[in-house]
């Protein structure tokens, strides 16, 4: 079992930065792929960046501004948010992949607001 917990969110003004983390724990063998997702109301969640031992990949709207990263020694992933825009308000969610299967955070509110 994989537990996964975020942190970092908040409000910020439009052109501010913010960095989320999550923490993760259990047994992670077999990791093919960490990432964060969000969710604004009344829309799908989306992919926002997907880390593999290969590559990193970026959705198109964050490319440029968001960094994600992780620590194996703390065993935390991060998102390094950078010139929010209101659009990039949603729930921010972390995401881990072993093997067949997917683990979810509960999610940390972010708000780009002037």
């Known amino acids: 079992q994989v537990q996964l917990v975020e942190s970092g969110g908040g409000l910020v003004q439009p052109g501010g930065s913010l960095r989320l983390a999550c923490a993760f724990s259990?047994?992670?063998?077999?990791?093919?792929?960490m990432g964060w997702y969000r969710q604004a109301p009344g829309e799908q969640r989306e992919l926002v960046a997907r880390m593999t031992s290969a590559s990193n990949r970026y959705a198109d709207s964050v490319k440029g501004r968001f960094d994600i990263s992780i620590d194996n020694g703390k065993k935390e992933l991060y998102l390094q948010m950078n010139s929010l825009k209101p659009e990039d308000t949603a729930v921010y969610y972390c995401q881990a992949q072993i093997g067949e299967d997917v683990y979810w955070g509960q999610g940390t509110q972010v708000t780009v607001s002037s």
């Open positions: 259990g047994s992670i063998r077999g990791l093919a792929a």
